[in-house]
């Protein structure tokens, strides 16, 4: 049963299941992260609402940084459909 199914996926199916893999896998750390640097700021805010315009500054450069992990999988998905 399992060598039908190992036989049945062609080079096409194979490269669909690698991008949709490396996407899925490659967007998890930066969802984890930007949703754990909003939390953290949020709280700091609350702790000194003063301070406003700096956190808000610094969380969003920080979240630049972490979407731009999500990015580089994203690309690495479409080299894998197209170029591979």
Request: charged share 5%.
């Amino acid at each position: 049963m399992d060598l039908v199914l190992l036989q049945a996926i062609t080079s096409e199916g194979a490269k669909f299941l690698a991008a949709a893999i490396a996407i899925g896998v490659g967007v998890i750390g930066p969802g984890i992260g930007i949703g754990l640097l909003g939390a953290a700021a949020m709280s700091a805010i609350g702790r000194n609402p003063e301070a406003t315009g700096s956190i808000t500054t610094n969380m969003i450069l920080a979240i630049a940084f972490a979407e731009a992990l999500g990015i580089y999988s994203l690309i690495v998905a479409v080299i894998l459909l197209f170029v591979v």
